[in-house]
Every structure is written in structure tokens, then in C-alpha cells.
């Protein structure tokens, strides 16, 4: 694991109140509503959530990847090693993509052109970003086909992605992000898709890699496990806007977020001994393009009080390194504390 | 939905006769090539003898990855499918070789709810509609008041409004098209689900709300569940008893809570040991066992064992032949000539 102690130069990321919403028929819907939070040098981020809360439009708005239109980055910061990717050409920002940050997304068969070879696929970013061409680029490509354990490495290079298994694709898709050597790498429900043996599998190499070469890594899921076993710090997502932050023992071991409770509440565990009911959150998801008034997590919640639906609660520190946006976050972790006992 | 108290003894299995009972069952898909005669040049053996049997009331889960053929064996239970050979006897008779129109009382007492609550559900038929087919099909509304009285009944035990028969599957979320899916499936009152990855599409809050309510219907109805799914612990969770498929067999099977507890093939322990549990300090000092390569082909499989060639204490005698099922301590079977019961 790597920094437990605060690093002291500036974060490699920096997103300041970040707003994109998309346009549909039914008017505008706001997929990301003010999100502002840290990646450290070296670091694992988990940005967790279910379905809809904003956690991949994060992600592509860092990228600069959201569909436009119907989305649209409203207003916000994203200033990456000190220059904010908003303000700058899309030239500028094609050299941040790949050789800045490199991403990795949840579908690796959709991800890779069909018709052109793994080698192909590889090679190209290497031209466009470290000015490799012919034997060297060619040599470099079956080195990181190595690095991401693919036998046999020169020879796959002719392949095509259809001859490989769902993990091996997803084993290039690793390749190609950390190929030109990005200080970043975020990783989209990049395991999703694939079989626990296999995920097992992926997940260790991406974290092996990535502390190999020092980048920090951002792991977008909805599973709290994988957090669990490889984030240090976490942000937990609901209705477009971080409801928790914090290192993954604050928010898993005290979680001050009825959100957060609820989430670990919902999921049966196989490091507890066997329950006999689940005590899931109520309802479901809200409209997004409906949402409640006050604290979006309101008509779920448990504690909610009156204030609740009145106004939307901050961010607010409540230990050292855990935030939480709740007006009754102290009740949530004593009873919390109780139950759990 | 209120909770009910769940008598975990309630399936004795060894006192009553099984609901459903699967004998070596065997499906396998012929490939053929040819331009004007088509031969047979190779053969997928999606489930390659497969034995279980469900007791009613009890839920009996089957996990594996994907292409270990477990759909395919649930498909096969149903008779969706054509199974090659064995024999598939629910209450007492024996389905594989029965007709179609044959075949169509028996489904009655057996649903099956889909993984795609976006997929399984007519878009243009209205919820009503979609809960009450069966009630149609099987002739089981006696009139036109009754029938709207059953389907609002059913609307209601699974959790939604009478109110929504009106409205049509895209105005539903994923959570209610499950809820509907549901409903359908035990309009006809079955004794059988087949839950074919019923609540993996869903996210986490949801699952657990619909885990509750399989629960809720089992106890209520005395329904027995073949749950399929590759969510270890969602299955432990809900199964009094697992069976673990692996390239198209069964490779150990025990009572949840043994299985769990002491896996004994080695295919079990790397799949508990795969999946990484919400807590971070249990979670990083955790000895995990990563298991190196793909799932085999089932196209070709490897010879002896299937697990072989990922297993991490195979032998030579492992791929020189194929290790049957033995009983290695009670009600826990296992298929590898390495695995030692206690």
C-alpha cells in the first residue's frame, strides 16, 4: 500500500466543483453536480456508486470523452500537474490523453478496433506520443505485451482482438494505457465484465504495474470489495455529487453517510458469518432529471429529518481525511457504531 | 415486506423426495461445417453429466464462471433446450423425450426468472398483461374480475401497485422489471424457480431488496430456487445448498454453510478466494489464490481433468484421467484425486 502519509508536493489532480449535465427531450439533466476532489502522486483513488451517480461522467469529463452534444462540461476545474485541461486546445489535450492520463473501459471488445491487429493498436500511440516508429515501436509493443503477461508476445502482435479471450483484451487495453507512460491511469468498471478469477487477475496487475511505475491510479466501481482490497482513499458517489470521502478504513470500519451505511448494509458478506436477511435501502434511485429537493438521498433515507428536503448539506470534515455531506452524520455513525457492534 | 423468521431446518433433506431430480445430464452442441452436407466436426459439451437434486422449499445454488454451462444445464432442467442424454425427473416423471404439448402442464409448475430485466419483458404489452399471461395460457382465471383481482394480487406480493398494470416495461426501473419478472413466474404457483442470474444486472441496493423478496415468496410459498449465479456470496447468501460448475460439470457440492467454511477442491478455494470483501483490513491481509491462465475451450477441453491446467496443485495423474464426484465428509462431494475430506 502506498501513501498513508500525506505526500507534500501539490495533488496530480485537482477537480474543483465540477458540473456537466447532458440534453435530452426532457431538458437538462445535470449527470455531475459539483464535484471537487484530490488525486495524490502514487496514489489508488476509488471513486464508488451505483448505476447513474455520476461516477464514469467524471471520469470522461477529466478525460475531455463526454459525447458533445448532448453533454456538456458547465463549469468547474480540472487542473492536472498545475494546468487546468478545460482552458487548454484539443490539441494540447490529445497529448494529455494517453501520455498524461491513460484510461481503461469497462467493454475491452468495443474499446478495440476490430479490424486493425493488436500490434497495430499498440504501436499507434507509441508514434503519436513517444516518437517510436518501425523496429523500435514494434520491440517496445511486445515489451509491454510481456509486462501485461501475454505469452508468446511478438507473435500475438498479428492477432486480431477476436482471437483473444475477454481477459487478454482487457490484458491489451492495460497495455496501450500505460504504454506512453501516463502518470494516471483511471480504470472504468474496467473489470466488470470479466470472471472473479479472471478479475482477481487484472486488478493485481493493474495495481502491480501502476506502484511499479510510480503512476497514481483512479479505480472506478460499483463493487466495495475491489475498493476495499486496493483503494487508499475513496469517494463515495450518490445523484451526481460525492456524499463521503475518506481512507478506506474510515469509510468502511465508520461510515458517516446513511448512503454509505446502507451500501454496506445491502451487500451480503463472505467475511461475516451468514445472515439471514439483507437490510437494503429503500426505494430507488432517483430521476435524475427529477431530483429531490435539499439532500438528494433524502426520500431514502432513514435519518432524514426535515431540513433534509430543505437544503443540501456540504461537505464538511468530520476526522482527519473523512468528509461527509450529512446534517445528521453524527447520529449515522453513533448508531452505526451500535449496530455493527 | 416485513421479515419473516427463516427456519433454517426447515429442508431436511435427507427425510422427504426430492422436487427435482437431475441424473448425468448431458447437452452438447454439435459444430458443422459444409457447404451442401453438413458433418459434425466437433461437439461443445456445454454440460457433460450433471447430477443435483432440489428438495421443495430448499434453494440449491450453482455457481460457476462464464461457459461452465450452468444456464445451459438450467435450460435443460426446462427442457428449453434438447438435452443429449440423462434424465431430468420433476415430482416423480421423467421429462427428457416428453413432447411439447406435453411438456406444457409441467412448466407450470416451473418459472424461470431472466438476468435482463430489459430483454425478457414484451415492451409492448402492458405490465398487466405481461404478469397475467401464464394465468391465460394454463386457463387459471376463472372470470374477468378474478383474473384483474390475481394479477393485482401478484402486483402486490412482489412489492409494487396494483395501480402500475396499466403502464408498459419502459416505464419501469431495472429494480420493478425484476419485481415483474418475478410476478410472472410465479402467476401459475409453481414449485420450481429458475433464477438464471436473476439479480446480477441490478445495482446493489436493489439486489439486496429483491434477495429479501425471494426470501419472503420462499417461505410463503414453500418455493424451491435453482439459483444460478457467479456471485459467490449473494449465493451463499440465499442457497441451503451450492454446486460448483466447472467446463460443463460439477466439481464439488455441499451445504452452504460446509462449502463455504472448508472448500475441498481446489477450483472452489481459488473462486472464494478471488472475490474481495468490503473491509479494508481483512481485505489487504488476506492470502489470495490467483489462478493463472483462461477457462479452457470447452470446444477442447483439456484431457483429465478440466481444471488442470489452471489448478495450482496438479498433478500428472490430473490429465491422465477424469476424477469423479466422491464423498469426502457429509453431504459434501468433490471431484479431484487431491481433495481429502475431514
Known amino acids: 500500500m502506498t501513501s498513508d502519509s500525506p505526500v507534500n508536493s501539490s495533488p496530480l489532480l485537482q477537480v474543483r466543483d465540477l458540473r456537466t449535465s447532458f440534453t435530452t427531450p426532457e431538458g437538462k439533466i445535470g449527470a455531475v453536480n459539483g464535484v471537487s476532489f484530490d488525486v495524490n502522486h502514487g496514489e489508488t483513488l476509488g471513486l464508488v456508486g451505483e448505476s447513474g451517480c455520476g461516477k464514469s461522467v467524471s471520469a470522461l469529463s477529466i478525460m475531455q470523452l463526454v459525447p458533445n452534444p448532448p453533454g456538456v462540461i458547465e463549469t468547474g476545474e480540472i487542473i492536472f500537474e498545475g494546468v487546468d485541461l478545460l482552458k487548454i486546445s484539443s490539441q494540447e489535450m490529445q497529448s494529455v490523453r494517453g501520455a498524461g492520463i491513460g484510461m481503461i473501459f469497462q467493454e475491452p471488445m468495443s474499446s478495440l478496433n476490430p479490424v486493425l491487429t493488436i500490434g497495430r493498436q499498440i504501436t499507434e500511440p507509441l508514434g503519436v506520443h513517444m516518437g517510436l516508429s518501425g523496429w523500435a515501436a514494434e520491440s517496445r509493443a511486445a515489451e509491454l505485451l510481456e509486462m501485461v503477461g501475454i505469452a508468446d508476445s511478438r507473435r500475438r502482435l498479428g492477432d486480431h482482438p477476436h482471437q483473444l479471450s475477454g481477459g487478454q483484451r482487457q490484458r491489451v487495453m492495460i497495455a496501450i494505457a500505460l504504454s506512453c507512460e501516463p502518470k494516471l491511469l483511471i480504470a472504468d468498471e474496467a473489470t466488470t465484465a470479466l470472471d472473479v478469477t479472471i478479475q482477481a487477475q487484472i486488478l493485481e496487475l493493474m495495481k502491480n504495474l501502476t506502484s511499479e511505475s510510480g503512476a497514481a491510479l483512479m479505480i472506478i466501481t460499483h463493487n466495495l470489495g475491489i475498493i476495499a482490497r486496493y483503494a487508499d482513499r475513496l469517494n463515495v458517489m450518490y445523484a451526481g455529487k460525492i456524499r463521503e470521502s475518506g481512507t478506506a478504513e474510515q469509510v468502511y470500519l465508520q461510515p458517516n453517510h446513511p448512503y454509505t451505511v446502507g451500501l454496506l448494509n445491502s451487500v451480503p458478506r463472505l467475511d461475516r458469518p451468514a445472515s439471514e436477511r439483507l437490510d437494503p435501502i429503500e426505494g430507488e434511485i432517483p430521476d435524475p432529471a427529477n431530483l429531490p429537493a435539499g439532500c438528494a438521498f433524502t426520500p431514502r433515507c432513514r435519518w432524514a429529518t426535515e431540513k433534509c428536503s430543505v437544503s443540501e448539506p456540504e461537505l464538511e470534515q468530520v476526522k482527519d481525511r473523512q468528509m461527509v455531506a450529512c446534517y445528521e452524520s453524527k447520529t449515522v455513525s453513533e448508531s452505526v457504531e451500535i449496530a455493527w457492534k | ?342
Do not use: W
Not at chain 2, 158 to 167: D, H
Open chain 2, 1 to 342: 415486506m416485513t421479515s419473516t423468521s427463516t427456519d433454517i431446518n426447515q429442508t431436511n433433506s435427507s427425510n422427504s423426495t426430492p422436487l427435482l431430480s437431475v441424473r448425468n445430464l448431458k447437452v452438447h452442441f454439435p459444430i458443422k461445417r459444409g457447404f451442401l452436407v453438413q458433418r459434425e466436426v466437433a461437439r461443445v459439451r456445454a454440460v457433460d453429466g450433471v447430477s443435483f437434486d432440489i428438495y421443495p422449499g430448499e434453494t440449491l445454488g450453482l455457481v460457476g464462471e462464464s461457459g461452465s454451462g450452468k444456464t445451459t444445464a438450467a435450460k435443460a432442467v426446462i427442457q428449453l433446450n434438447n438435452p443429449g442424454s440423462g434424465s431430468v425427473k420433476f415430482e416423480g416423471q421423467e421429462l427428457v423425450g416428453l413432447s411439447t404439448s406435453a411438456m406444457r402442464p409441467i412448466r407450470r409448475k416451473m418459472g424461470m426468472v431472466f438476468q435482463d430485466p430489459y430483454g425478457s419483458l414484451n415492451p409492448r404489452m402492458r405490465a398487466g398483461d405481461i404478469v397475467g399471461e401464464p394465468l391465460k395460457v394454463h386457463g387459471l382465471a376463472e372470470s374477468r374480475d378474478g383474473y384483474r383481482q390475481q394479477v393485482a394480487s401478484l402486483l402486490t406480493t412482489v412489492g409494487l401497485s396494483p395501480a402500475m398494470a396499466e403502464r408498459y416495461p419502459n416505464e419501469f426501473s431495472g429494480g420493478q422489471r425484476q419485481r415483474l419478472g418475478i410476478a410472472r413466474a410465479i402467476a401459475a404457483k409453481p414449485s420450481l424457480l429458475i433464477l438464471d442470474e436473476s439479480v446480477s444486472a441490478l445495482d446493489v441496493s436493489i439486489q439486496a431488496q429483491i434477495l429479501n423478496l425471494l426470501q419472503d415468496l420462499q417461505d410463503e410459498y414453500n418455493l424451491a430456487y435453482l439459483f444460478i449465479a457467479h456471485d459467490l456470496s449473494v449465493v451463499r447468501h440465499i442457497s441451503h445448498r451450492v454446486a460448483v460448475m466447472y467446463l460443463g460439470k460439477i466439481v464439488e457440492t455441499a451445504d452452504a454453510k460446509d462449502l463455504y467454511e472448508r472448500p475441498l477442491h481446489p477450483y472452489t478455494q481459488a473462486l472464494l478466494s478471488a472475490i474481495p470483501t468490503p473491509d479494508p483490513i481483512h481485505e489487504r491481509s488476506r492470502e489470495r489464490i490467483i489462478l493463472r491462465g483462461d477457462l479452457p475451450s470447452p470446444l477442447s477441453p483439456p484431457p483429465g481433468c478440466g481444471f488442470s491446467t489452471r489448478c495450482p496443485i496438479a498433478t500428472e495423474a490430473c490429465s491422465a484421467a477424469v476424477p469423479e464426484l466422491k464423498t469426502l465428509a457429509e453431504n459434501q462431494q468433490a471431484a479431484c484425486f487431491l481433495a481429502q475430506g475431514r
